[in-house]
Structure formats: C-alpha cells, structure tokens
C-alpha cells in the first residue's frame, strides 16, 4: 500500500499493529491514546519513518535499538510510564522534537548533547532534580519545558543561555532562584511560578505582569546555605539568593570600579566552548590551580549585564542592585547586574522615573543564624 502517513489514535490497540509492514514509505504514524506497552523490534526496521506519537500509552521503556530508526524527526512518548531513556536516544541524530512529559524519569542522558538539530524539548511532569550540563550542546534549541518538575532546585544558566533559545517554560518547579543569563531572543517565558522565588533578574521584567503578584505564596525551602551567595534586602528583611558562583557584588553607587581579570579569563575560556566543551575537558581541570576554578568554567555565564546596550556575560563579580517599580501596588522586588559602574549609572539614570533602589548588605554568619531562629520560630507557632 502507498501510504505515508497512519492515523491509527483512540483505537484501544494492546499491541502496534504488524500491518504497518504493509505500508511502503510509511513516514508518519499516530498511535496516541492506545494501550500499547512495548514498542517492538520489528517497527524499528521501518526507517523510512519520520514521525512517530505514541502518547498517552502504557510504555515502561524506550528499546535500546531505537537508534535504528535513522530518519526520526519527530518522536512523543508523553503521558507514559517510562522511567528511563536509553543512552541510544542520542543517536537519532535527525531528531527535532522530543516530548518525553508526563512521565517517571529522573535523568536525562548526558547523551542527548548529540542532537545538534534538537529544536523543541518538553520534559515537564516529571521528577528530575537537575539538568545534564551537556544539554547546553543541543545549540538549535529552541523551545524547552521543564514545568511541573516538583524537586527541580535550579535550571542551569548555561542552558537558559542557550543561543537560539526563544521559549521557556519552568514553572511549578522547586527553584530557588532564576536563572540571571536569559537567552537574547527569547520571545516568551513562563517560569514565575515558583513559590520559592522571592526576587525577579530584570531580564525577565519584559514577561512580568502584576497580577503574578497574586501566586501562591512564597513558600521558603530547606537548603544548604554552604556555597550560596545571598543578601538581605533591608526595607522588607528578605534574604535573597544570587546565582551559583557569586563571590562578590558592588553596590551603585559605589567607591570601586573593578573589573576583574579573573572573569576576564573565565570569559576567555568560555570562547572556547565554541570548538570543545571545556567543562568536559579533564586535562583543563586538572591543571587549575583552585578546585572552585572548574566549578565556575561549568557553569559559564551566571548573569548578563541588564544594560540593554551591553549586555555582557558576568561570572563571578558584579555590580547589584534591587529595585521596586514606583507607584505601582506591585511588591515585588527586581533585581539588576552590572559589569562596571559606568553600566550601572547608565542604566539608574535611564530608569530613575520607573524604578527606585533599596538598600542590601551580604548576609553573613549571623544572618544565617537569624533565619535558623525565625525557622524555628515559626516552627514552635506552629506546634
């Protein structure tokens, strides 16, 4: 039969029917919303196809052989039971959209950084704690979802970063901060719903609207304070956390003006990242003199300069500043990144009418010790 494409959905198939070897140059096939539990070795001599949904089935696993179908272009296995993708799935070097939501995984395969035409990823409704620094390699993404992941702490700068990155989607997650270093042509996001968010990067003000001031409400969690950079903001006592790999930010105005040559030379490393993945090269690591050193070639950019016209990537040292819009009924505080001072005057003396500052001081070992006895303040209230 000459056919490319097969509508076979809501059809209570158990099993993938073996008639589809009767469909020559079969391309697309839709099994959605069926019973199927297994994908069998036979569909995978099919590699003429191009498009494969399988959706809303009782699949537990992926096969290992699935590299075979060569031309895959397209593959949802949402809304199953899969607890685990195969290693292999980066062999699909052809793939530009995955949907693998609604699922039990934990990881992604650090495999997946092959898929160099990976275009739209959706790994929401899931269970994963973090993300696989390698999926920073998938350099034509350009649509990721990684919402309704309930114990995900933190979405990698280096993969918000990504350079053809326009839509985003994170919220319902666990995060404790967003990530500062945003796409350039990013075009939607929606991330603001996590209730341990208690600050905005200005990045993101373009997205922001007052009425997610009415979300649910913050709701603070328990991590380790150990390696976290944090400040107080002192109008309303809030403890804020910046980004991994902070160790140190100005305020605006300040007497300093430095830019420092340590993030001169992580910038200069990262060019590299261009031609090899430098976080993965462990000859580099081991000839750094500081074990943090590699840490902060990992992560990559942390933040970007909120100065439109510059925009620079920051890595470790910056000028900060939280900001309240004025007269707005809005509460929620803003946060900017500066890469010298002369960014940060120009900005402050560009937005003077729309925003105001508030004052900020680095936490330090009492801080910490503050918020241990408040935790256990409201502890006691609530016994």
Same mark, same amino acid.
């Given at each position: 039969?000459?056919?490319?494409?097969?509508?076979?959905?809501?059809?209570?198939?158990?099993?993938?029917?073996?008639?589809?070897?009767?469909?020559?140059?079969?391309?697309?096939?839709?099994?959605?919303?069926?019973?199927?539990?297994?994908?069998?070795?036979?569909?995978?001599?099919?590699?003429?196809?191009?498009?494969?949904?399988?959706? $809303? +089935?009782? *699949?537990? %696993? !992926? @096969?290992?052989?699935?590299?075979? /179908?060569?031309? #895959? =272009?397209? &593959?949802?296995?949402?809304?199953?039971?899969?607890?685990?993708?195969?290693?292999?799935?980066?062999?699909?070097?052809?793939?530009?959209?995955?949907?693998?939501? $609604? +699922?039990? *995984?934990? %990881? !992604? @395969?650090?495999?997946?950084?092959? /898929?160099?035409? #990976? =275009?739209? &990823?959706?790994?929401?409704?899931?269970?994963f704690r973090r993300l696989p620094l390698q999926l920073s390699e998938c350099v034509r993404l350009n649509e990721l979802?990684?919402?309704? +992941?309930?114990?995900?702490?933190?979405?990698?700068?280096?993969?918000?970063?990504?350079?053809?990155?326009?839509?985003?989607?994170?919220?319902?997650?666990?995060?404790?901060?967003?990530?500062?270093?945003?796409?350039?042509?990013?075009?939607?996001?929606?991330?603001?719903?996590?209730?341990?968010?208690?600050?905005?990067?200005?990045?993101?003000?373009?997205?922001?609207?007052?009425?997610?001031?009415?979300?649910?409400?913050?709701?603070?969690?328990?991590?380790?304070?150990?390696?976290?950079?944090?400040?107080?903001?002192?109008?309303?006592?809030?403890?804020?956390?910046?980004?991994?790999?902070?160790?140190?930010?100005?305020?605006?105005?300040?007497?300093?003006?430095?830019?420092?040559?340590?993030?001169?030379?992580?910038?200069?490393?990262?060019?590299?990242?261009?031609?090899l993945p430098v976080y993965e090269n462990a000859a580099l690591h081991r000839l750094l003199p500081e074990p943090y050193?590699?840490?902060?070639?990992?992560?990559?950019?942390?933040?970007?300069?909120?100065?439109?016209?510059?925009?620079?990537?920051?890595?470790?040292?910056?000028?900060?500043?939280?900001?309240?819009?004025?007269?707005?009924?809005?509460?929620?505080?803003?946060?900017?990144?500066?890469?010298?001072?002369?960014?940060?005057?120009?900005?402050?003396?560009?937005?003077?009418?729309?925003?105001?500052?508030?004052?900020?001081?680095?936490?330090?070992?009492?801080?910490?010790?503050?918020?241990?006895?408040?935790?256990?303040?409201?502890?006691?209230?609530?016994?």
């Amino acid at each position: 039969m000459n056919k490319t494409i097969l509508h076979w959905s809501y059809l209570n198939f158990k099993d993938v029917p073996m008639d589809l070897f009767l469909y020559e140059d079969l391309e697309e096939v839709y099994l959605k919303e069926n019973y199927i539990s297994v994908i069998p070795k036979w569909l995978l001599n099919i590699t003429t196809l191009k498009f494969i949904h399988l959706a $809303g +089935n009782n *699949l537990s %696993e !992926l @096969p290992v052989d699935i590299y075979m /179908l060569e031309n #895959l =272009e397209f &593959l949802d296995v949402s809304n199953n039971e899969i607890k685990e993708l195969p290693k292999t799935l980066g062999l699909l070097l052809r793939l530009q959209q995955l949907n693998v939501s $609604g +699922n039990q *995984l934990t %990881e !992604l @395969p650090v495999e997946l950084n092959t /898929l160099r035409n #990976l =275009e739209q &990823l959706n790994i929401a409704k899931n269970q994963f704690r973090r993300l696989p620094l390698q999926l920073s390699e998938c350099v034509r993404l350009n649509e990721l979802n990684v919402s309704e +992941n309930e114990a995900l702490l933190h979405l990698p700068e280096r993969i918000a970063n990504l350079p053809m990155l326009q839509s985003l989607a994170a919220d319902r997650c666990a995060l404790v901060y967003l990530p500062a270093a945003l796409s350039k042509f990013m075009n939607h996001v929606r991330i603001f719903h996590n209730t341990s968010v208690n600050y905005i990067p200005m990045i993101y003000e373009r997205f922001y609207q007052n009425f997610y001031d009415n979300r649910q409400k913050v709701t603070p969690i328990a991590i380790a304070k150990k390696g976290l950079f944090c400040v107080r903001e002192l109008e309303t006592g809030k403890r804020l956390v910046l980004p991994v790999g902070t160790r140190k930010v100005y305020a605006v105005p300040s007497p300093e003006n430095q830019v420092t040559l340590y993030d001169d030379c992580l910038h200069a490393v990262q060019t590299l990242n261009r031609h090899l993945p430098v976080y993965e090269n462990a000859a580099l690591h081991r000839l750094l003199p500081e074990p943090y050193m590699s840490a902060h070639i990992n992560n990559g950019p942390i933040a970007r300069c909120t100065t439109t016209n510059c925009s620079s990537c920051l890595y470790t040292t910056y000028y900060f500043m939280v900001v309240k819009r004025r007269g707005s009924a809005s509460k929620q505080l803003f946060t900017c990144n500066f890469c010298t001072h002369y960014c940060a005057l120009q900005w402050l003396t560009s937005n003077a009418k729309k925003y105001y500052q508030l004052n900020w001081k680095v936490c330090d070992a009492d801080d910490d010790a503050d918020d241990d006895d408040d935790n256990g303040d409201n502890d006691k209230t609530q016994s």
